[in-house]
């Protein structure tokens, strides 16, 4: 089934996952946006689709699984929704950084530390670290999930022995 004859079937789904998507966000601008999130992804792995089996299910566990990773990105970025009338997003975690950190670090060293770690384990670590699944990371970069995963580890080990000097 090509990509194209798949977005027509899944056109027809079209009111099940706005309520669905509804259901999760409880606001329509988000939830319209899970929707066609959900659609990108299901037109992307139509060949993981066995023909038969049950679309809404499928398309449930896809829009399931982006919500919570948006929500687990949310999360991890310390941003909050401010509920009055703008409905802009607010980074908190940027002031609190600043607060907490220690205004004497030469930043200048510590990006020659960095810079000065193996590219390999640099690009997949600052992959992590943008919030790119390992899995995704793996395909990115066109290694083994084990390589993806043994480099995050090792930048992090080398990063953090290259800054234990101005480390607590």
Same mark, same amino acid.
């Given at each position: ?79 909050? /929704? @401010? ?6 997003? +607010? #980074?908190?975690?940027?002031? &609190?950084? %600043? $607060?907490?950190?220690?205004?004497? /670090? @030469? ?6 530390? +960095? #810079?000065?770690?193996?590219? &390999?384990? %640099? $690009? ?45």
């Amino acid at each position: 089934m090509s990509p194209k004859e798949f977005g027509l079937i899944l056109d027809n789904q079209k009111d099940f996952l706005i309520q669905l998507a509804l259901k999760l966000t409880k606001q329509m601008d988000d939830a319209e946006d899970l929707r066609q999130d959900t659609y990108f992804k299901a037109i992307k792995n139509v060949d993981k689709y066995e023909q038969g089996t049950n679309l809404k299910g499928w398309l449930y566990t896809i829009m399931r699984n982006t919500f919570i990773n948006n929500y687990r990105k949310k999360k991890n970025q310390n941003t909050f /929704v @401010d509920e009055t009338d703008n409905g802009y997003f +607010i #980074d908190q975690g940027i002031n &609190n950084r %600043v $607060e907490q950190a220690d205004h004497n /670090v @030469d930043q200048d060293y510590i990006m020659r530390q +960095i #810079d000065s770690v193996d590219k &390999n384990y %640099v $690009e997949a670590f600052m992959m992590h670290f943008n919030g790119y699944k390992y899995e995704e990371i793996a395909e990115i970069l066109d290694i083994p999930l084990g390589t993806v995963k043994s480099r995050i580890f090792l930048a992090r080990k080398k990063m953090m022995n290259k800054l234990k000097d101005i480390r607590y």
